[in-house]
Nanobody, 121 residues
Framework: QVRLVESGGGLVQAGDSLRLSCAASGDTTCISAMAWYRQAPGNERELVAQFTTSGSTNYGYFVRGRFTISTDSAKNSLYLQMNSLKPEDTAVYYC???????????????WGQGTQVTISQ
């Protein structure tokens, strides 16, 4: 089991910045990728940014250079630096970890409880 705890959300104005953090604990040695997702009311959960243990990163099309995902492996932490925030970025942001083990046919995905990000005009 992997436990994920997010922090750093809040209410800011359009154009401001926020930095989200995610602390992972438990069986973190199985983690092959970590990611940030978000879900706005009435919308499906969507990928914001992903970081794999091989070092590759992927971003949602809407990021357009405004967000940066990073990790601190020593602290088992994941971060999301969000700049130039827009009202449409308002959502609950979730930290996610993909866990793989040789005896598993498919990987498992774990989720944090989410942190609310609200951007005002």
């Amino acid at each position: 089991q992997v436990r994920l705890v997010e922090s750093g959300g809040g209410l800011v104005q359009a154009g401001d910045s926020l930095r989200l953090s995610c602390a992972a604990s438990g069986d973190t040695t199985c983690i092959s990728a970590m990611a940030w997702y978000r879900q706005a009311p009435g919308n499906e959960r969507e990928l914001v940014a992903q970081f794999t243990t091989s070092g590759s990163t992927n971003y949602g099309y809407f990021v357009r250079g405004r967000f940066t995902i990073s990790t601190d492996s020593a602290k088992n932490s994941l971060y999301l630096q969000m700049n130039s925030l827009k009202p449409e970025d308002t959502a609950v942001y979730y930290c996610s970890a993909e866990c793989r083990k040789p005896q598993w046919l498919v990987p498992s995905r774990f989720w944090g409880q989410g942190t609310q990000v609200t951007i005002s005009q």
